[in-house]
Antibody
Framework: EVQILESGGGLVQPGGSLRLSCAAS????????MSWVRQAPGKGLDWVST???????NHADSVRGRFTISRDDSQNMLYLQMSSLRAEDTGVYYC????????????WGQGTLVTVSS | EIVLTQSPGTLSLSPGERATLSCRAS??????LAWYQQKPGQAPRLLIY???SRATGIPARFSGSGSGTDFTLTISSLEPEDFAVYYC?????????FGGGTRVESK
């Protein structure tokens, strides 16, 4: 059974940093691209970052230079290092497994809430 | 960036009725479109990928069609558990983008 569990969310001040983690199990983690997708309160879904099998990455323009996605295939872990956080980064951050090289996303975690506020 | 426009914003229907949801892409995306269902407080669930293929475990009342720029998600006969928000998503070009969503509510 595929399981995905995010952690690391919380309240952070504008300009601060936070690191999200995602623990995955039930599939051969190294074979799949993994992504972060966020959802601002009461809003729609917004793709943030993807790390491909092999380690190459891609980020949305809105977070490029501030967020870094990475993976540890030995631990079946996905990470999102977030810095220079802004109020507009507030939302639930989902870790999602891709069916193939990028998307669609066939398994999602329950999300972790990030609140950027003073 | 490819913009996905979903319509209508809200669909008010009764159980047993047919739901037809639209997603229009700003550029041709071939068949690189997926549909998700999201209920309050839950993560999205993949329903349809590659425009018309049902994901594992998805009931046959859900079907997808279209290619190029115009896509449709059809729920043939609404069940009580189908009232939710539905999103389309394209993977033809980076950045990956989602539509703004269609809420299907009970009339």
């Amino acid at each position: 059974e595929v399981q995905i569990l995010e952690s690391g969310g919380g309240l952070v001040q504008p300009g601060g940093s936070l690191r999200l983690s995602c623990a995955a199990s039930g599939f051969t983690f190294t074979n799949y691209a993994m992504s972060w997708v966020r959802q601002a309160p009461g809003k729609g879904l917004d793709w943030v970052s993807t790390v491909f099998s092999g380690g190459n990455t891609n980020h949305a323009d809105s977070v490029r230079g501030r967020f870094t996605i990475s993976r540890d295939d030995s631990q079946n872990m996905l990470y999102l290092q977030m810095s220079s956080l802004r109020a507009e980064d507030t939302g639930v951050y989902y870790c999602a497994k891709a069916t193939s090289n990028s998307s669609p996303f066939d398994y999602w975690g329950q999300g972790t809430l990030v609140t950027v506020s003073s | 960036e490819i913009v996905l426009t979903q319509s209508p914003g809200t669909l008010s229907l009764s159980p047993g009725e047919r739901a037809t949801l639209s997603c229009r892409a700003s550029l041709s995306i071939s068949s690189s479109l997926a549909w998700y269902q999201q209920k309050p407080g839950q993560a999205p669930r993949l329903l349809i990928y590659d425009a018309s293929s049902r994901a594992t475990g998805i009931p046959a009342r859900f079907s997808g069609s279209g290619s190029g720029t115009d896509f449709t998600l059809t729920i043939s006969s609404l069940e009580p558990e189908d009232f939710a928000v539905y999103y389309c998503q394209q993977r033809s070009n980076w950045p990956l983008t989602f539509g703004g969503g269609t809420r299907v509510e009970s009339k």
